[in-house]
């Protein structure tokens, strides 16, 4: 299942590399995807109760504990991250793979791609941006790995892209790519510990609570004063 | 006195006058950094005053040149 919401300039362009990378998975596959307005939490949640899919794949713009719909809603917050239980989420959104990715293996999610910074492009390299954002699902599927057993790779696929732009003179596209492959992370069940929280408290709690004591804390913050909407990508 | 951060800025600044403002295909080139999308004039403009956009393209710049030390 692939969500890609397309509300401003930048999701006009991910939302194109989200099509060309379930074109590219569609004869492993069936891909059902939420494009552009079909992007939002109702039709996505109600696709999940129909059906488990294996894989969940957002495309555009995140923060730190959400994915976000086309109406600017959250799709999938930490209020129910645990519906992507059981799956392989894969995201191309800034932020997430440092917030939900962090609390997503203690909700039962197998393994979450994410990137624990914003994502940045530059518009003068969109295809190669474009291939290397969309490596590791390709690879994963059409080659039956997990994520996280393509993920090294997928770093690398992206430096060699980064080589090569900077060899033809895009050095901003160069460097930017380079910093895209250096925040990339995947959390799963006996893979690293997700960083400590940098909040004092947040890691107190978490020490004697665990990551699902502070899922709990920070999801009844987020109940309180609502997600911030001030997205990145 | 000039200091490391002022030679690094016009390191910095000299790769962005070289960055071409439009792409190929006649469009503008632009830069998604953060919660921003930036065209060349744009950038230039913000420069002097926003020291965040300073700080977040050095170290664009900074990390491609680890990144090329770490590939030799």
């Known amino acids: 299942m692939a969500a890609a919401p397309k509300f401003d300039e930048v999701t006009e362009i991910s939302i194109e590399w989200c099509g060309q990378a379930m074109d590219e998975i569609a004869d492993n596959i069936d ?5 552009d307005r079909e992007a939002v939490r109702s039709k996505v949640l109600q696709a999940l109760d129909d059906k488990i899919p294996q894989w969940f794949v957002h495309y555009d713009h995140g923060s730190e504990y959400v994915m976000w719909g086309d109406d600017e809603e959250p799709i999938i917050d930490l209020s129910n991250l645990d ?51 969309n490596y590791g699902i ?5 080659e039956g790995k997990w994520l996280k057993d393509v993920v090294e790779d997928t770093r690398q696929h992206g430096y060699d892209i980064a080589d090569k732009l900077r060899e033809e003179g895009k050095i901003f596209a160069a460097a930017t790519l380079v910093r895209d492959m250096n925040i990339l992370h995947v959390h799963y069940e006996g893979g690293p510990e997700p960083p400590e929280p940098e909040c004092r ?21 987020q109940k309180l004063l609502g997600s911030e909407r001030a997205r990145n990508l | 006195m000039v200091t490391l951060d002022d030679e690094l800025d ?6 962005l006058r070289q960055q071409p403002e439009k792409n190929s295909d006649g469009t503008p080139w632009k ?3 953060g919660r921003q999308y930036l065209t060349k004039g744009d950038i230039l403009d913000k420069w002097d005053n926003d020291k965040d956009l300073r ?16 590939r030799r």
Not at chain 1, 104 to 124: C, Q
Not at chain 1, 138 to 142: F, G, K, N, Y
Not at chain 2, 10 to 15: D, H, P, T
């Open chain 2, 31 to 33: 830069l998604k950094l």
């Open chain 1, 31 to 35: 891909v059902l995807d939420f494009y």
């Open chain 2, 55 to 70: 700080r977040d393209v050095r170290k664009l710049l900074l990390g491609l040149k680890l990144h090329l030390l770490g």
């Open chain 1, 83 to 133: 519906r992507l239980a059981g799956m392989h989420v894969y995201c191309l959104n800034c932020l997430s793979g440092k917030g939900l990715g962090a609390h997503a293996v203690s909700k039962g999610v197998l393994e979450y791609w994410g990137y624990v910074d914003s994502v940045a492009f530059t518009t003068d390299a969109l295809e190669e941006f474009g291939e290397a954002f």
């Open chain 2, 10 to 15: 016009e390191e910095v600044l000299e790769v």
């Open chain 1, 138 to 142: 390709i690879m994963a599927v059409t």
């Open chain 1, 201 to 221: 408290m947040s890691r107190l709690i978490k020490n004697l609570f665990g990551w699902n004591g502070l899922w709990l804390l920070r999801m009844l913050r």
